[in-house]
């Protein structure tokens, strides 16, 4: 019982005990056509009261964005980007109430 | 740090309520020859404590999650937040045992309440977070079972602790009754606590250093408990060296008491980088 256990536990996907970010969409640095989605996913469930990501232009200046914090998704939907630079920045707090926080750059091309 | 300390303390203070009141329970239903405890101030001293590490415990998370702490946030971090939720069911928990206690009603029902708050905050632990999807209730089961057989064995000494001070003349029936439970209790901790470490560390990413040095202290000073008490149950128990058995008793119970301190810390460092 305790060998199979042990054997679930290192062969299923990775989980960190903090939020940690695993994945996004655009990537970073990464140059895309005015996108309307961006998806940031992290290792565990977060809780949406205290979780949230941002949009800044090249400026610094915050973007009224839509945003959604669902399971372990945040999802911004951006419409009608210029082309330029843009920052994210995103703080994500899971079930055991620890704060992770981060950002990344992508830029849209026309 | 002081999170950590919170959490440490609620801990200590649940612990003794539980496997204090389980131990006693126990000797009540089996060993009638010796006269029931009296502890009601120091009990009563516990609980407080217990809800005071409580509301620390919350006003500190809250403060860690949003940055600063007002009433909206204490209020939002309550209702909206798995770990508020919880701590609202530990809180009413806390609230049944003070009735509970004012009325000296009981005493079984006593014992859940304390276990209940002891092992709910399993529910947001690493343990729980670290486990795979879909095996998060695992996770949190296994580290409330570690949680209780930790409080049993240290509420177990406590007691112990009592008997001794009171001088009590069958005190060797005691010895044994705990002995037994505690050997079930020591085998469950040891067991949860593996699956926990392996799940939390193993397959993450590189161990943080910082975790490992808390980590491997906590678990040298474990040993040295488990040396201690193999030296009471295995050596000194049947040759009824009794000078030596409460002074390795009350060693035990201190090392248990710095352990969960530990305990609380390590629950909010970070494990992997
Ligand atoms: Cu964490």
């Known amino acids: 019982m305790k060998k199979f256990v042990l054997l679930l536990l290192l062969t299923s996907s990775p989980a960190f005990a903090h939020a940690k970010l695993v994945g996004y969409d655009p990537a970073a640095n990464a140059s895309v056509k005015s996108p309307t989605m961006i998806k940031l996913k992290f290792s565990e469930s977060l809780e949406p009261a205290f979780s ?9 200046k915050i973007l009224p964005v839509p945003k959604s914090v669902g399971g372990a998704t945040i999802t ?3 419409i009608g980007l210029k082309p330029g630079a843009y920052h994210v920045n995103w703080q994500a707090v899971g079930h055991d109430t620890h704060k992770l926080s981060g950002s990344f ?3 849209v091309i026309p | 740090m002081i999170l950590g300390a919170a959490r440490g303390v609620y801990y200590v203070a649940t612990m003794l309520l539980f496997g204090g009141s389980a131990f006693e329970t126990l000797l009540r239903a089996k060993l009638p020859v010796i006269t029931p405890l009296r502890w009601q101030s120091l009990r009563w001293a516990v609980l ?3 809800l005071l590490a409580a509301l620390a415990w919350l006003g500190l998370a809250a403060r860690q999650m949003a940055d600063r702490l007002d009433g909206q946030i204490l209020a939002r971090t309550a209702t909206d937040t798995l770990f508020g939720q919880i701590f609202l069911l530990r809180l009413v928990s806390l609230l049944g045992l003070t009735l509970l206690m004012t009325f000296r009603r009981c005493r079984k029902l006593a014992v ?7 092992a709910l905050p399993a529910a947001t632990s690493h343990a729980a977070q670290a486990s795979p999807a879909g095996f998060i209730a695992i996770g949190a089961t296994l580290d409330g079972v570690h949680l209780l057989a930790c409080g049993f064995w240290i509420g177990g000494l406590a ?7 009171r001088k009590e003349p069958n ?7 705990f002995s037994d439970g505690a050997i079930v209790a020591v085998m469950l901790l040891v067991m949860t606590g593996l699956i926990n470490a392996a799940s939390i560390l193993l397959g993450h990413g590189t161990p943080a250093p910082l975790y490992l040095g808390v980590l491997g202290t906590k678990l040298a000073l474990v040993a040295v408990m488990l040396g201690l008490a193999a030296i009471n ?3 000194l128990m049947p040759r009824a060296y009794d000078s030596m058995i409460p002074r390795n008793a009350a060693l035990e119970l201190g090392l248990g008491l710095t352990v969960v301190m530990l305990a609380g810390a390590l629950g909010h460092l970070q494990p992997v980088l």
């Open chain 2, 171 to 177: 005190i060797h029936l005691a010895l044994s009754l």
């Open chain 1, 76 to 78: 911004l939907l951006p």
């Open chain 2, 233 to 235: 149950r295995f050596r």
């Open chain 1, 52 to 60: 949230t990501a941002s949009l800044s232009d090249s400026a610094g």
């Open chain 2, 48 to 50: 407080i404590l217990a």
């Open chain 2, 159 to 165: 007691v112990l602790a009592m008997l001794f001070r």
């Open chain 1, 105 to 107: 750059v992508f830029k």
């Open chain 2, 112 to 118: 859940a309440l304390a276990a209940l708050a002891l």
